[in-house]
């Protein structure tokens, strides 16, 4: 069976056709003037699987764990202990864990489903009825956000409103007021840096797998597939990451604090 990519580049090849590449998410329907799109109809079958995924787990949870128990428990309290190191807090690293770990379990669920027979292939008025969540920037945009919004409101709320701000609008000298504005452009930059990051690898991946099948039809894609899934997984954790360290960023004194 094959994926979307495959599926793309073997009609291509088969039928002699160009290839066709579609940068913004397709709309499928409209439901009171509300569009629904391929990637978003799949934003809802990820989300529909981690919550179910969840419960069932949540069922067979034990005091004596099993396999699978044992491994998520190492997962997660392997993390909760590097966020804890990360951020030299045990109560910052437990309110912030399941934000960062659901960021993660997202994108990967979201990028590893991507390589499943159908994404791509299921036609639904001539338009794929399913695409990749994170080859849709609106997605991985609201992710950017909502990110930026948390490590705003985190710094703003450890550090108060004034010295946090501090960090970015410094009348104490011209160096130091030059600099702020810097952070600050750097920091609102932030929006374009986490949602183009993975919106470019992800979209990226699949037009070079199509591309591929377009001109070798069997053989080229499969080590670039096995390269885009370790990618899938890269991307998650970068994002992640990156979330975290700006948390930790907003949350450090300022540096004429700090000379204090």
Known sequence: MASAPEHAGQAAAEHGSGIHVVLKAEELFSVWGFPITNS???TWMVMALMIVFAILFRRQIAMVPGKLQAGIEMLFQGVL??????LESEKLARKFFPLI???FLFVLVANELA????VGSILFNDIPFLRPPSAD??????????SFLTIEITGATVLGFFKYAGKYVNFRSPVDFAVGLIELVSNVGRLI???FRLFGNVFAGEVMIIVAMFFVAYLAPIPLIAFEV????????VFAMLT???IKLAIMEPHGDEAH
């Open 81 to 86: 202990d590097y966020m804890a190191e990360t």
């Open 244 to 246: 975290l360290f700006f």
């Open 40 to 42: 978003l109809i799949m």
């Open 193 to 195: 840096s986490f949602s």
């Open 101 to 103: 770990m659901t960021i």
């Open 137 to 146: 920037l609106n997605m991985t945009l609201a992710l950017a956000f909502i």
């Open 230 to 237: 370790f990618v899938g997984f890269i991307q998650a954790v």
């Open 115 to 118: 390589f499943l027979p159908g």
